[in-house]
């Protein structure tokens, strides 16, 4: 057994494999499937400090290698995360990350101060990249300036691991890292979804309410590569990698890509099981190459 | 109710018209327990441009025999490819998912069973449950024409059955909800699955009668178990919901349809 251990901002995570916000709802959704506690860590659904309904349906479209969605961060609010959710999770033994959203700098902030009371939740993510919602979000994290005032206000509020999750939808991704690493943060998580779009030929209307939606799945992974390889030389925080990892051999290209750990997203859907097999695959890549540890192959690119 | 992933495998694939078909499964294991409305979660094996699994409703479970059926629309790549399927192929499942029919408090209850279209599916389930429970359910079936009528056979064996055809080629011409029985007969209970148009009819035509009503929906959705949030319905008292975890199956008073 290879030593899978990695560490991420102030938590030390018994492996790299983590699961993405937004679908994996709390965790408690995926028991019947395998022991949660087995993960690196868990990133829990988008939360806000109000209540969010969302957008309204269809929020879906299903694209030859992945998936269209504009679900628009419908949550239930910070207080009832905490209040009904946050007690049934505090004991399972894996770092529990509460991915934070708001629209003004002021919610994050007092999202933020919320979660901050919560002694079991490791960590949080700064979501600055949802593209489904009209106020905040997305519009945060495509530019270095705004990006690096949400994380300035959340960092003096918040002192434990502070991960920003980056959004694609730019010219230059190393320009908001560097921008959130000045600022305080422990880690850049990347990449939210694309922005994107789906059309309905015969009825000649756009399939999803919102029009635009946000792509995920195997077919973005090149860029997620791409990105996640310029960001790892960009900062030196550890980040974080995601976009259509669907198995091990997936999660191993990121991690040589540079990513000190990696995030398993739109592939719970389809194999609500991929997140442990992925840890698996990766213990015995790791042994059939004679690696003592998952560190000596992060960041191993031989280019 | 536990959900499992599972491989089974395809002991007969059954043709039944040019449009559907009749898929029939079983597993070494025992299969889990499953309840009528409750639906599974298909892997489309060999289909390039099928990403996500594809929810199907229950159309029959056996525990006997250990088998669980399901009647298949073609309509995209994903169902036209689980058509090519063979006895002795693997298939991959999560199962059960979502909720049920709720049953009417004791067997003296009338209860109509309407169907449209792959609508029928659950509806075979349901009816055969009921009648185990005592009922003796009414079966209320449409489709364009008589080719379109599906496991007519196998509803006989549970209820009484009716029809309706847009072309007047078996049973009464019109819609479901044109149907006479619904003007000559009292019912207590109405149940529906189909057409989102027929749905919201039905829902009219027992509001208008102030009789209970269940649709159940079939929703676009990614996951099938409650974590991706697409395939939501707008609520009286929840806001948005899951289709996948809070339904398919509700009571017509629980949604915003303006009916």
């Known amino acids: ?303 | 109710m536990k959900k499992h992933v599972m491989d089974l495998s395809v002991t007969e694939n059954v043709s039944l018209n040019a449009n559907y078909f009749l898929l029939k499964l079983t597993s070494d294991q025992k299969l889990p327990d499953m309840l009528p409305a409750q639906f599974v979660e298909v892997k489309v094996e060999g289909s390039p441009n099928t990403f996500l699994r594809r929810p199907i409703s229950i159309n029959n479970y056996i525990p006997e025999t250990n088998e669980l059926w399901l009647l298949v629309q073609k309509v995209g790549d994903g169902t036209h490819t689980l058509g090519k399927l063979n006895a002795g192929d693997n298939l991959n499942l999560v199962l059960p998912l979502g909720n049920s029919f709720s049953l009417p408090e004791n067997a003296s209850k009338s209860v109509v069973l309407i169907g449209g279209g792959v609508g029928t599916a659950p509806m075979l389930f349901w009816g055969k449950y009921l009648k185990e429970r005592g009922f003796t359910p009414n079966f209320l079936l449409g489709a364009r024409s008589a080719s379109d009528l599906l496991q007519l056979d196998e509803f006989q064996k549970y209820g009484s059955v009716y029809t309706t055809t847009e072309d007047g080629s078996h049973g009464e011409k019109g819609y479901v909800t044109q149907h006479s029985i619904l003007q000559n007969q009292q019912f207590d209970h109405v149940y529906t699955c189909g057409p989102k148009p027929m749905m919201v009819a039905v829902a009219k035509y027992a509001k208008s009668k102030a009789i209970s009503c269940e649709v159940s929906l079939e929703n676009t959705m990614a996951c099938g178990f409650g974590v991706c949030l697409c395939c939501v319905e707008n609520t009286v008292n929840k806001g948005n919901v899951c289709v996948c975890t809070e339904g398919p199956v509700f009571n017509i008073t629980d949604l915003q349809w303006q009916i």
């Open chain 1, 1 to 303: 057994m290879a030593d899978l251990s990695v560490k991420i901002g102030q938590l030390d995570l018994k492996n790299p494999v983590m699961t993405a916000s937004g679908t994996f709802g709390f965790g408690e959704e995926f028991s019947d499937f395998f022991d949660i506690s087995r993960l690196g860590g868990y990133i829990v659904k988008g939360t806000t400090f109000a209540p969010r309904q969302g957008n309204a349906y269809p929020r879906m479209a299903e694209t030859p290698a992945g998936m269209l969605n504009a679900v628009g961060l419908q949550n239930k609010g910070v207080h009832y995360f905490a209040d009904e959710i946050y007690p049934r999770l505090k004991n399972i033994d894996s770092h529990l990350i509460v991915n934070v959203s708001g629209s003004t700098i002021e919610d994050y902030v007092a999202c933020t101060v919320k979660i901050a009371e919560l002694d079991n939740v490791s960590g949080i993510e700064l979501n600055i990249s949802c593209p489904n919602v009209k106020q905040g979000g997305m519009a945060f994290g495509t530019c270095a300036c705004s990006a690096g005032d949400v994380v300035k206000a959340v960092r003096k509020v918040y002192p434990k691991t502070l991960i920003v999750k980056l959004s694609p939808n730019v010219t230059d991704i190393t320009e908001i890292a560097r921008a959130a690493e000045a600022e305080g943060a422990d880690s850049v998580s990347l990449i939210n979804t694309l922005l994107g779009m789906a059309i309905d030929a015969d009825k000649r209307r756009p399939i999803l309410s919102t029009v635009t939606g946000g792509l995920s799945g195997p077919c973005v992974k090149p860029i997620a590569l791409r990105m996640v390889w310029q960001t790892a030389r960009a900062v030196k925080i550890p980040v974080i990698g995601l976009g259509g990892i669907m198995n091990w051999r997936d999660a191993v290209e990121f991690l040589l890509a540079g990513a000190t750990a990696v995030q398993i997203g739109t592939a719970n859907f389809i194999d609500p099981e991929v997140s442990v097999k992925v840890i698996d695959g990766l213990n015995e890549y790791l042994n059939k190459n004679g690696y003592k540890s998952v560190n000596e192959i992060i960041g191993a690119l031989d280019v």
